[in-house]
């Protein structure tokens, strides 16, 4: 399949083994990892920190930051960073594999200090519009041209039209970060698709964090051009199914490349690749050629201005 000019993912949390969170990753790991992205047919993108306390991701941020300045590979494939968390809604089904105990309401100095760990990398900032009393903190990053994503989260419609018109922008793997059953109308997925026409909607397409019918129904009711497909991958993506060690979490992956707690009460990121994202497009919903490279390369382009 035809990558050029090849796909821009905004969520990645590791590959290849290499996991982007640990306090453990070193210079020869980033490369390996970013070396293996380059040739699964990935020219950029927004490598991931997630939910823990402020010190620890602040300390990971600037870790990476530093790796990433001495090594010219990483430098071409870590476009920059996608901060995920902690300013998430901490309620069971909302904050998926996110620690709770380290999920806490925003906090303008906290989410400062992330950003000068990352030394200016920052391109999006994932939050709970709920969470962000006034909106401060969503006007701080979109005074910055931080994109500003909704993501585990359950704010109201008018919350979320509040903080469209404070900055917000994005929604987060829509579909995933929220809980299993929920009110079959009044829900978080409805909420973001009947704003559509003023957020990009980003989807994993594995065929189980969105099953595939789902995931057509709402790239139709949204708009190619509003939607943008992520793969969320954690270290095990591109390496196949085993036992592996992440973090908090000690996961056996499958044959389905996905990664469950292990009481299956919830996802834990995915184990796809870009490549196989866009197998999946073509052979499970029938999309175009073209329609894929812009859900995986032209639309995340444009959605962070840079295209």
Not at 59 to 75: F, G, H, T
């Amino acid at each position: 399949m035809n990558t050029a000019p090849g796909f821009f993912d905004l969520q990645v949390n590791g590959y290849a083994g290499v996991d982007f969170n640990s306090d453990a990753l070193d210079g020869d790991a980033l490369h390996r990892a970013c070396a293996r992205l380059a040739n699964d047919g990935v020219s950029g993108i927004l490598l991931t920190i997630v939910t823990e306390e402020v010190e620890v991701m602040a300390r990971r941020l600037s870790n990476i930051r530093a790796l990433r300045e001495r090594d010219p590979l990483a430098q071409q494939i870590i476009t920059g960073f996608h901060i995920e968390g902690p300013f998430l809604n901490e309620t069971a089904g909302y904050r998926g594999a996110h620690p709770a105990d380290a999920m806490r309401p925003t906090d303008a100095d906290a989410m400062k200090r992330l950003l000068d760990a990352a030394g200016g990398l920052t391109r999006l900032v994932t939050l709970a519009p709920e969470r962000d009393a006034g909106l401060k903190v969503t006007r701080l990053l979109a005074s910055q041209n931080i994109v500003v994503s909704a993501g585990h989260c359950d704010p109201d419609l008018d919350t979320l039209r509040a903080a469209i018109d404070a900055g917000l922008t994005m929604f987060t793997h829509l579909g995933n970060g929220c809980p299993m059953q929920m009110h079959r109308h009044d829900n978080i997925i409805q909420r973001a698709l009947s704003l559509c026409d003023q957020l990009w909607l980003c989807f994993i397409a594995d065929g189980v964090h969105v099953a595939f019918p789902a995931l057509g129904n709402y790239l139709r009711a949204a708009n190619l051009k509003r939607c943008i497909v992520v793969t969320d991958a954690i270290a095990p993506a591109g390496l196949g199914p085993g036992r592996y060690t992440l973090g908090r979490w000690t996961l056996d992956i499958g044959p389905d490349m996905v990664a469950r707690a292990p009481d299956g009460s919830h996802l834990i990121g995915a184990a796809i690749t870009m490549l196989q994202s866009a197998a999946n497009l073509q052979r499970h919903l029938g999309l175009s050629q073209a329609d894929i490279t812009r859900l995986t390369s032209a639309n995340p382009r444009r959605a962070l201005g840079m295209a």
